[in-house]
């Protein structure tokens, strides 16, 4: 491309996106969480967006739920030459932006956990993090750069 | 420390047993899904092995009836060449199956792969529909089956709507698939595509076997037949469903299924209205996305 201007990409809910390219990939969390993994080295990212921790062997095994999205995510990036052990992550959303009663239904709060639980587990470091709380987020990743930008929003519009 | 009165400790107490029975019957909760989901493991295996042969079947057969029949046409005598119009029938039906099998198969890879972003544009509800059930009319001759077609509240403004054109084929496409597939001969289908300002509603029903009630949770489960017999005259290896589900949801959509056996099955498809404004993300320009700078945060 002739400009600099990164290109932008709106990432929907159940999808991931990886970029060798300096990409803005822009996103709307409620519940949702989005894991951001960038490598400081060959300076390329991807983020994905998932709704539901776990897939429990319903429908597709998609990247809706954590442990699949995040898998894929590494995966992809795998394959476009990142070495997992450069990989950094950020991890974004999982706020209760629906009142619920019962515990186990707080999917906010589990679909944060699954992303620290597994990103340990595949020993990849969150260097840093904003998840839980009430408000929904908007958030905009440059795969290049690796920094993240986060605006709070309160209603949500329906997104998970 | 103050003092508690005997009818406080008792409250107290009270509160703490309603907490814990709570906490008793979430666990047990969880307990019974986690069962669930190691009795689903153990069946993966088995449903790989299954889907191989299934594939098998499912591209190898149409396509050794495509190169054989066409082979005869290439060698039909001259007096002969009125069969051509029958051939010609039977591999247009054999490649409409095989390709419908393929773009399922690559469909449920997208999703899987998690690149399946929707691709809005305005569509003309009436046509698609009409153009998909024009798809199957051989189908539909084939087993007797008569289409009761009803389009309610549909005017010349609201007939054009934004969604995705090519996902809403698919789910529609494999909907309509199943019903036909699990109609009886001289049936009939009725679809009733519906409108108001705030959603599409498009009902597929049809009288054949019907799914039992322990069925229809897990009609949507990938590569899931309830008939896994390998010589079923069904066709097809249970991917059709769960990739009309992952699309609906993509859409923000739900499917609702009403069934009894032996009485048939209604399914309906809803869909939010989309209106242009809040077309979110797709097409946007950063500076809209983001941000009244004050309360903008960097990680």
Redesign the interface.
């Known amino acids: 491309m002739l400009n600099n201007e990164p290109i932008?990409y709106?990432?929907?809910?159940?999808?991931?996106?990886v970029s060798k390219e300096e990409t803005?990939i822009?996103?709307?969390l409620g519940s949702c969480v989005a894991v951001c993994i960038w490598d400081p080295i060959t300076q390329i990212g991807g983020m994905?967006h998932y709704m539901l921790p776990l897939w429990?062997?319903?429908?597709?095994?998609?990247?809706?739920y954590g442990n699949?999205?995040i898998k894929?995510l590494i995966e992809r990036l795998e394959n476009l030459g990142v070495k997992k052990n450069n990989m950094q992550a950020?991890v974004?959303g999982g706020g209760e932006v629906l009142e619920t009663e019962?515990?186990?239904f707080i999917i906010g709060k589990r679909n944060a956990m699954i992303a620290f639980e597994m990103l340990d587990e595949y020993k990849i470091p969150v260097i840093?993090?904003?998840t839980e709380g009430k408000l929904g987020r908007?958030i905009?990743f440059n795969t290049k750069t690796g920094?993240?930008?986060?605006?709070?929003i309160n209603q949500t519009?329906?997104k998970k | 420390m103050s003092k508690l009165t005997d009818k406080e400790l008792i409250q107290e107490l009270e509160n703490r047993l309603i907490e814990n029975e709570?906490?008793l019957s979430?666990l047990q909760?969880?307990t019974e899904?986690l069962k669930?989901?190691n009795v689903?493991?153990e069946?993966?295996e088995a449903i790989k092995t299954h889907f191989l042969s299934h594939i098998r079947n499912e591209i190898i057969n149409p396509l050794s009836s495509i190169i054989g029949i066409s082979k005869n046409i290439s060698q039909l005598p001259k007096d002969k060449l009125y069969k051509i119009i029958n051939f010609s029938e039977i591999i247009h039906n054999e490649a409409f199956e095989l390709d419908q099998q393929l773009r399922n198969i690559f469909a449920?890879a997208e999703?899987?792969?998690?690149?399946?972003?929707?691709d809005f544009s305005f569509i003309n509800i009436e046509e698609l529909i009409n153009e998909e059930i024009e798809n199957y009319q051989s189908k539909l001759i084939e087993k007797k089956l008569k289409i009761e077609l009803k389009f309610e509240n549909f005017t010349a403004q609201n007939n054009r709507q934004l969604s995705d054109e090519s996902k809403l084929r698919i789910i529609f496409s494999n909907v309509l698939r199943n019903a036909i597939k699990f109609s009886k001969e001289y049936s009939k289908i009725i679809i009733k595509i519906g409108i108001s300002n705030s959603e599409i509603n498009i009902l597929i029903q049809d009288f054949g076997i019907g799914i039992s009630k322990e069925n229809i949770s897990i009609i949507?489960?990938?590569f899931k037949k309830l008939d896994n017999s390998i010589n079923s005259i069904n066709r097809g290896h249970g991917l059709g469903l769960?990739?009309a589900?992952?699309y609906v949801?993509?859409l923000?959509g739900t499917i609702k299924v009403e069934s009894e056996i032996e009485k048939g099955a209604a399914f309906t498809i809803t869909l939010p209205i989309i209106q242009k404004e809040?077309l979110?993300?797709?097409n946007?320009?950063?500076d809209e996305?983001?941000?009244d700078d004050e309360?903008?945060?960097?990680?």
Request: glycine share 6%.
């Open positions: 932008s709106f990432l929907f809910p159940s999808n991931l996106h803005n822009l996103t709307i994905n429990n062997g319903k429908g597709l095994a998609s990247p809706k699949i999205a894929r950020k974004f019962s515990n186990s840093s993090s904003n908007k905009i920094k993240v930008k986060l605006h709070y519009n329906g | 709570k906490a979430e909760k969880i899904e669930e989901v689903k493991l069946e993966s449920a999703i899987e792969a998690g690149d399946t972003n929707p949507f489960d990938r769960s990739i589900l992952a949801n993509l923000n809040n979110e993300g797709t946007v320009i950063l996305f983001l941000f309360t903008e945060e960097i990680f």
